[in-house]
């Protein structure tokens, strides 16, 4: 028995949200060298990507308890964690941003929504890293990140969301939104979620999304992809169980059309999600 007809009625895309490690900088690969260096030290393999998986776009403490427990380190989380953060202060300023993110930002700040609601498209960011490890690899970025305005910057530090509810709980992306429909200009209608267009490396994000109910482009590093070959589909409808059994409610079906698979974000097919380009 075939399972429902995807949607393809969806509305216009008015808001654009974000994740930034792995998907808008390079700040993934920091964290993996930072990692294994530390790793090496103690006589432990690097970070397979397996293992990895299960840690990108968690909350800090989460993912630490995670890796610790696959490490078997001979030393305690909070010395491991203690070593990874000095090293990770040498990394993170460089963190570079990745192919086609300069230009798609650049297009959405100036980018207009196709149709009846016609206005600007809205942009937040939803980064479950910490404020001192955002401006460890933000600062020497700032033109690039002005297109997120600081009350639409949400971290995963942010005191609104309760502990225990990063990524893959919903709750970072419906503040994200919150906090666009907050500020919006006399007029302009309030966005519902399923208006929203996720962005998201990682499977936990991705899960993340699709709670939300919202739209979710997946833009995997290559190797993270390899890991999740023949799975695609679970992921898309964040049914991985990357979440556990909490709100399983709340995610999609398989091949429901809510979610992309990108290989880049380089030629991003704008058209497709109702958003008009400028120039």
């Avoid at 990140?145 to 970072?172: H, M, N, W």
């Avoid at 302009?188 to 399923?194: A, G, L, Q, S, V």
Wanted: net charge negative; glycine share 10%.
């Amino acid at each position: 028995m075939s399972g429902p007809a995807p949607k393809s009625d969806f509305p216009p895309i008015r808001a654009c949200l974000f994740d930034m490690d792995g998907l808008l900088l390079d700040s993934e690969d920091k964290y993996t060298i930072c990692t294994n260096t530390v790793l090496q030290k103690y006589g432990r393999p690097p970070l397979p990507w397996s293992i990895k998986a299960q840690l990108q776009g968690r909350p800090g403490p989460a993912a630490s308890k995670i890796l610790h427990e696959w490490a078997q380190l001979p030393v305690s989380q909070e010395v491991f964690y203690a070593e990874t953060k000095d090293l990770q202060k040498i990394h993170f300023p460089d963190s570079k941003p990745l192919p086609g993110v300069e230009k798609l930002l650049g297009d959405l700040a100036t980018a207009k929504v196709k149709g009846e609601k016609a206005g600007k498209v809205h942009i937040a960011l939803a980064t479950s890293s910490h404020e001192a490890n955002f401006k460890l690899k933000t600062s020497h970025l700032e033109e690039l990140f002005t297109v997120f305005s600081s009350d639409r910057r949400v971290l995963g530090d942010d005191q609104r969301i309760a502990e225990g509810r990063g990524k893959p709980s919903p709750d970072i992306y419906l503040l994200a939104l919150q906090t666009i429909n907050s500020s919006l200009e006399p007029g302009e209608e309030e966005i519902r979620p399923e208006e929203c267009l996720v962005f998201e490396d990682s499977v936990p994000g991705v899960e993340a999304g699709r709670r939300a109910g919202m739209r979710v482009i997946w833009c995997p590093h290559p190797e993270l992809r390899k890991e999740y070959t023949g799975k695609e589909e679970e992921v898309l409808a964040g049914r991985t169980g990357s979440g556990g059994e909490v709100d399983m409610h709340l995610v999609g079906e398989i091949k429901d059309g809510w979610g992309e698979h990108l290989d880049s974000l380089m030629d991003f097919p704008y058209a497709k999600y109702g958003i008009l380009v400028q120039g």
